[in-house]
């Protein structure tokens, strides 16, 4: 049984950082793209980045390029989002997600998900 857990998450001050952590098992991880989507309250799930099964192909939304690093560690099966400069339009429950092969831009795509973790960027 495939499982994604995020770990990482909690209250920062703006200008601060967290590096979140999303813990995989039950599936072949160097065949799965791995993705971050947050949501914030009343909002659309948005996807962040994405690191594809051979780590050669990264990519992230406008909003977090240049502030967001996203790398994975094959030996740990786990994939890390290093969040640098937040702002509090950061602040929303971060996901991973498990897609076969290459990254996707819509949710609906992705096979696997974790259950989240919060991420408040507050003074």
């Known amino acids: 049984q495939a499982q994604l857990v995020e770990s990482g998450g909690g209250l920062v001050q703006p200008g601060g950082s967290l590096r979140l952590s999303c813990a995989t098992s039950?599936?072949?991880?160097?065949?799965?793209?791995i993705g971050w989507f947050r949501q914030a309250p009343g909002k659309e799930r948005e996807a962040v980045s994405c690191?594809?099964?051979?780590?050669?192909?990264?990519n992230y939304v406008e909003s977090v390029r240049g502030r967001f690093t996203i790398s994975r560690d094959s030996g740990k099966k786990a994939v890390y989002l290093q969040m640098n400069s937040l702002k509090p339009e950061d602040t929303a429950v971060y996901y991973c997600a498990a897609m076969k092969f290459y990254c996707a831009a819509f949710s609906y795509e992705y096979d696997y998900w974790g259950q989240g973790t919060q991420v408040t960027v507050s003074s």
């Open positions: 039950g599936f072949t991880f160097d065949d799965y793209a």
């Open positions: 690191i594809s099964m051979s780590s050669r192909v990264t």
